[in-house]
Structures are given as structure tokens and as C-alpha cells.
């Protein structure tokens, strides 16, 4: 396997840091993390990032935007199973 040319920030959340995927991404040379912060410590906003990655990330660009009703259906149906109207 070899190191990608062009490598991407990806910042994920700390319970998919063990997957095999995640170890064969930072393996290719991309700089993966768990906390919002450049490799030399410093602090970055979320938003620099190429990618992030969690359990419950959605991927939300301009192109996509005309399906944000649908994005936020899909959420709240996960987020409150049927017959649940409220976070209790």
C-alpha cells in the first residue's frame, strides 16, 4: 500500500479511531484526528477539515442543499423512533 499524493485532514470521532479503514487511511498519509486541532497543536475549526467522520455525520454541500428537508427527515426519524415525539 502506498502513500497517497494528495492527502486529506480528517477529523473523526474518537470511537471510529480503531476501525481498520481509519488505520489504512493514516497509513496512505492522511492526517487523521480526534480533536479540532492542526498537527502542530494549535487550534482549528471544525470547518477546515476535508472530512468528518461520526456516527451521525451527514455530508451537506451547496449542490445538496435542495435535499436538506429530506437530510433533516432522515435524522429525526433516527433521532425519534416512531411513536416518540420528543427527546424524553
Keep these: 500500500?502506498?502513500?497517497?499524493p494528495k492527502p486529506l485532514?480528517?477529523?473523526?470521532h474518537p470511537s471510529l479511531?480503531?476501525?481498520a479503514a481509519v488505520q489504512e487511511l493514516k497509513e496512505k498519509g492522511h492526517w487523521i484526528t480526534t480533536s479540532?486541532?492542526?498537527?502542530?497543536?494549535s487550534a482549528c475549526s471544525p470547518?477546515?477539515?476535508d472530512v468528518i467522520l461520526g456516527p451521525s455525520a451527514w455530508r451537506m454541500t451547496i449542490e445538496l442543499s435542495k435535499?436538506?428537508?429530506?437530510?433533516?427527515?432522515?435524522?429525526r426519524s433516527e433521532k425519534y423512533p416512531k411513536?416518540?415525539?420528543d427527546a424524553t
Design 1 to 4: 500500500m502506498g502513500r497517497t
Design 9 to 12: 485532514s480528517i477529523l473523526i
Design 17 to 19: 479511531e480503531t476501525l
Design 36 to 41: 479540532p486541532a492542526r498537527p502542530d497543536g
Design 47 to 49: 470547518w477546515e477539515f
Design 67 to 75: 435535499y436538506l428537508p429530506m437530510m433533516l427527515k432522515e435524522v
Design 83 to 85: 411513536g416518540t415525539t
